[in-house]
């Protein structure tokens, strides 16, 4: 079995599940366990398929976007907030320390887009691509694109980043419905002279192209 945690088939949430003997009589007695978030129960073969599929999606999410803010220069505040253009200023940015701290928050933020992909559905996307300055080929922050959902509507998240000082960043957040799929970007653009992947969870297997820290 993998070392990674068990998740919940229905919500992707880590399961706790017992260990050594007791994971192997669990298995054996083929019990159930059941999800602290949502109540529902499920086998621990359905929690480890679930475990390893989305760790995949989360992986391959992951490279792409630590790739990819190779690019992304170290901003001040005031430069950084023009970035991202809030619609309400300060209380709808998000401050994040370091580079494990954006990686927690925005597996929260699409973890239904990861728990979809993981299930199978096509029509769960993410997109990864760079926020240019006006008016030239220059990366100053990240734009991701997520949309999920099997109804008429689709839930929706655009989550646009920037460095902010030397470590830390800046994120804003908008939520929404959609009755359109994303539209297909560009496969490429050229920033500063290098060519960057514009990532598509859809097309998972083109690398960004790796800038300079």
Request: hydrophobic share 35%; with cysteine; net charge neutral.
């Amino acid at each position: 079995m993998s070392d990674k945690p068990l998740m919940c088939p229905a919500c992707a949430t880590h399961i706790d599940a017992p260990h050594g003997l007791a994971a192997v009589l669990v298995m054996l007695q083929r019990a159930h366990l059941k999800c602290r978030k949502c109540g529902r129960n499920s086998h621990p073969k359905d929690a480890q398929i679930m475990s390893d599929s989305y760790n995949h999606w989360f992986g391959q999410f992951r490279l792409q976007i630590e790739a990819a803010m190779g690019y992304l220069p170290h901003l001040e505040r005031g430069p950084a907030i023009e970035v991202l253009k809030p619609r309400h200023f300060d209380d709808d940015i998000h401050h994040l320390h370091t580079f494990r701290e954006l990686l927690r928050y925005t597996e929260e933020v699409f973890r239904p887009v990861f728990r979809d992909r993981a299930l199978g559905y096509d029509d769960a996307e993410l997109l990864i691509s760079p926020l240019n300055k006006d008016g030239s080929n220059v990366a100053m922050g990240l734009s991701l694109s997520g949309h999920c959902g099997h109804n008429h509507e689709q839930d929706c998240w655009t989550l646009l980043i920037a460095r902010y000082g030397p470590k830390g960043f800046m994120t804003y957040l908008t939520v929404g419905h959609s009755k359109h799929p994303l539209s297909e970007p560009p496969r490429s653009v050229s920033l500063e002279g290098k060519p960057i992947q514009v990532w598509s969870m859809k097309h998972h297997k083109e690398a960004v192209g790796v800038g300079s820290h």
